[in-house]
């Protein structure tokens, strides 16, 4: 047991984070270290410069463009990229569709879409949550029928994030009406320019416009763009939900934060001292940082287990990261409005273009402060809520 | 000790009541907020015919004589309807002033103008350095012959953008947080030398940003320099009536989730069958019902004239407004889903409106050291 | 609505609060608010104080020795008792079989039994909850069969508080096994002197003797110690658990011991200052105040709206007395251990005598953090579990 | 980074839980418990014969050089039995003492004794006034000759009766709270002018309060005015210790808890089948992984020679542990109910010493206010 990183791995740190903060613009990655919305030229212009770099999809296999990177190594790939601020590469292509075609797809799929997603050529959505279904997915009732050597898809899909910026969507549908719940379900993909596909827009509470509503009004997209076996496309879905579990703590934008929050508690001023002299608000923020600290070192002994793992089988463990890491990155979002005081109550609409066009009223930060902390409730909600988690946990392993 | 309202008390609150359940739901209330004011001048008018524009103040002045306890029922029909209209502003913030600073002549002069819907006020006292501390003011008010001049920038004034008057704190002497030396004075919102930003909050009501350069003040209440223990009053004031407001946000929260979860269904049952989410709400009962007693508790303690008890309460109220607010606003959104984080959904407007209730007048944090400052609140 | 209380009300509490502090022995109220355990004869006396005043069973009707006070003026009562550190009556006597015995009993059973259990003559002990039944009482396997003019009773009971000092004890018994749960119990009076009755002490992780196991072992006690009807003994219980419900959340007691924390804190030390002056002591104790504080305002209101409830209906609203009354007093245990500091480590054993025969190791009250923070870990458990108490809100208020 | 043990590593796991597992059940060490001295000397001796006695000392003096790594490894299985013994006493305190403050000579003197089990050694350093405070010493020592002449009390000496020797912070110079000025002296426990009174501890263990009048010491550990540094180190090396501790005894109140829900039936059915109970069951999971891991951290930094980033690390992990612990606790006797609170059911056992752990050397809100101080932890 050496707790401690080897030479290597430091070295390995070193080179990701000299690149990072080197190839990645600062305009880009201040934008996301204040939490605010990055348009889709940054989103696709960042991914760009980390595919040249070989960077974009580590996770794949070698042959598509994948790296052979130890479980630790992947862990300081993202806890870099995370606290330097650099966009994570768009999910929806690098950790969900991607592996998904890469496992269950053809020769011919993989060929057409890997190299294109992982350069954000295309830009992919995710259609599986429905109104109604919730946490409960399986029970989606989005239809394909088979007609010829097409598909015909009806039915509403919700809270797709992005769906906005989307070129094609990837989509669950049920293909065996008869079957059981997770029997009969397929997973198709769609190009989002497809005839009868419309999308509109879902006002978060933040005024931001992140998540979208997808209606399939009798679209009509080719048999082929099934991947893998008609009415196995819940092996797809759990393979996919399955993956890149450590990186949803997102322990290194945790940090990036918590470090934000101390320099401003530095500037801000409560009377006649700088807020950071608060006896009371600096416990608060050592006791995120110690929450943190064990999430890190939780982190890394689950990473350390991975090795020994199969490929989509995550360790339930790592449900344990999705729990504490929402509520850290939750509580970053209270200290951080704490820190704006007042300042966090005037509402300055942000855009879609190239930041605002009015100044703010108070501090730039101040601004994010609500918004991300509205935003943010999403986190224990999403990608299986924290209930769901603890379901999961109390199963697989407690034994109940 | 009676918990039970009066006539007169049961009288006003069937009728506040029946106001929002008949013209503040959740549609109405986006297309007040999509008028020019960003409030509706319509609702306005009928506050003032219904009397509770003048609620507060003494019969002599065109008011009613109503204590914390009409207050209270008021707020907390506001809060349940996330009332737009610059009612606190106005009546509890200005109306405040002008009882406990004002002299009779400008109560005389003012009040009823208030009373009957025809004059807007704010108060401006938050600057960029102060945060939340009354008594430190940076703005300044000089000698003018007979008159002020005021200079300097205020912020997140509420209401200040459809203000007709602003009630701002200006120091005439003494160093910038010093208790003496602050004035509050009397400034018509359109007078030379005021400009003003207005804004939406983010719990959609208003606000602005307002500067003073050489800016004739109109009056001045009371002490030019000694307005500081009426100020902390009104303060006080305020808080208990937004503790009210809080409280009617957080019922209808709680009773919007205890509704959602009965009929909300996943895998294959209402949600509100699960019953570690059954406790949940129960722990959201608990801290309403708990807020609800403090609420009380500061509306029984904000008429004290002794300062430093009425202090003390208070701010124990504004402590378990902030946490039972905050947890009850949180566990709302939770337990609704992605549905409450939406615009169109009602659940999210109430969960902002608690945070920025928790932001007014003092944070917990702030609130909970005054407490702990104190020989105890037994 | 006027939330002060009248100038009737506030002389009610002066004369109360005068009594308690005048007639009740200062060395019985100072072991009660240090958290001590008192003796049998401490007990005895101040409970035959407060009856020789007609103040020991306010709550019994007037003919039994009861009081016509108003809701407020029982609430005075108990939080001014508290307050003082007066030892409420014994509650199995006054609040439990007392009550059962004026609701339900014969006038034959009223006229042996209550004047006696008022003043403590009979020391009565509570025989309800049974190894594996916990918080399903209704799940009791203690049985009594009617053989002729008796009931022969055999079984055992568990978690009899204080059944070492019992004269009798009143017992939930199965008459009838093959009626449904609560069907077929029926509540039976038995001296504690009938052959066939072991106690057997249980230790509590405090180093205490407060509960005891009670055998009964072909126990015969005569046909008429059946209070109410045959079978119907559930009715006693549920009347039984029903009264008092305000009581339950001991904010007089919490009152006490607060205040004795600030005084403790002020002359306790931390380097060169005063504990009461460190800011984060000051502010937890300030966080329970405000709850308490806000537990006092909810009790009133409850108190306030029951004129209008019928006996042994409670408002389902004291669940949240018990449930937070519970927290409360749990966290002014864990405020004192940490006054106590490193002293509240060596353990003292106390005995059923009159004090300690040795000294102790740091102030006098260190002592006792500990075992009473250990100790009331109960709180929550006993009388209906928390849980119990979340599932009745549930259910009874909010309608799931 | 390498989570896994090495083989020598695995031997000494392998070889202390079985230890545990064969000779530490709740009903062995209720017999350990009444014996004469509160614990086991069959015990100490097999530790002695295993090489624990003498694991973290250098192998010039008789032991096997072991690191943090292996402390944590038996400290977490000691946990996990409750063990009497004082092993933390004698090895952690006393050796650690010697190791950091000692000469090659005395370290060459005692400690090839203390790894043959024929010498204890306690910490005495607490006092009256002093709290957690490891530099407040009152205690003082005077030049008598060549030698040292102790007065004044100590408090809570863990294993303080039972110890052959005394280690004793006490005062040469400067007043009550300087850093200077402290020593550490060696005091044979017998020695004229010391007296002892021992006591059970709340968690079963044993201390005593010692009081020096004129007591000669043997010897004194490096600079007799500047020890504090040495003292400070050990203290972390300690907490380190206690955190494995903690969590051994953690780990096996969640797995008695997790067991107990899954045959105690109530209401018809096994308790562990409601939701809401196992819900509470996974976040004391939670808490005890977070605390598992603070606990590897405190392990990985407790060896740093930078005593800044020691501290902040180690109290770090020390509020962890107090955190996890209490709410680990606390909830392991909720869930089980009535039983919990009885002497004969081992959950309680543990929650008692959870409660003594979390005040040792530090409570949470001191340690809390060390990270608090510090630059941050990232």
Redesign the interface.
Known sequence: MDLKFTPEEHAFREEVRHFFRTAVPESIRRKVLEGQHLTRQEIVASQRILNEKGWAVPNWPVEWGGQTWTPVQVYLYQDEMQQAGVPAPLGFNTSMVGPVIAEFGSQAQKQRFLARAANLDDWWCQGFSEPGAGSDLASLRTKAERVGDTWVINGQKTWTTLAQHADWIFVLCRTNPTAKKQEGISFILCDMKTPGIKVRPIETIDGGHEVNEVFFDDVVVPYENLVGQENKGWDCAKFLLGNERTGIARVGTSKARLKRIRELAKLERVGDRPLIEDQKFREKLAAVEIELKALEMTQLRIVADERGRQKGKPNPASSILKLKGSVIQQATTELMLEVAGPYAMPYVASDEGDGRNEPGYGPDYAAGAAPTYFNWRKISIYGGSNEIQRNIVAKAILGF | ??????DD?RLLKDSVDRLIADRYDFEQRKKYANEPDGWSRDMWARYAELGLLGLPFPEAAGGFGGGP?ETMTVMEAFGRGLVLEPYFATVTLGGGLLRHAGSERQQAALLPQVAAGELKLAFAH?E??S???LQ?VGVTATRDGAGWLLNGEK??VLHGDSADKLLVTARTGGSR?DPGGIGVFLVDATAGGVSR?G????DGLR?A?VSFANARAEDVLGDPGGALPAVQRVADEAIAALCAEAVGGMAAMHALT?DY??T????GRAI????????R???N??AL??????A??A??MAASDDAAERRQAVS?AK??IGRSGRHIG?EA??LH??I?????YKV??Y??RM??IE?LFG?T?QH??V????G???
Not at chain 2, 289 to 294: D, I, L
Not at chain 2, 340 to 344: D, G, L, Q, S
């Open positions: 000790m009676d918990f039970d309202f009066s008390q306890v938050v960029r350095q945060r939340y501390d430190d912020s997140v947080r930003r804004y939406p909050t983010q606000g940003e205890v979860m009965k909300r269904k996943q895998f509100g069958e699960f019953q570690v989410l059954q406790h709400a129960v722990d009962f608990v019902e708990q807020a609800r007693s403090m009380m508790y509306t029984m124990a402590v378990q949180q959104v939770q889903g992605g409450a984080m939406t615009m169109e999210g407007h969960f902002k945070t920025m932001m944070d944090d909970l050291a407490v702990a400052g104190g105890g609140l037994f």
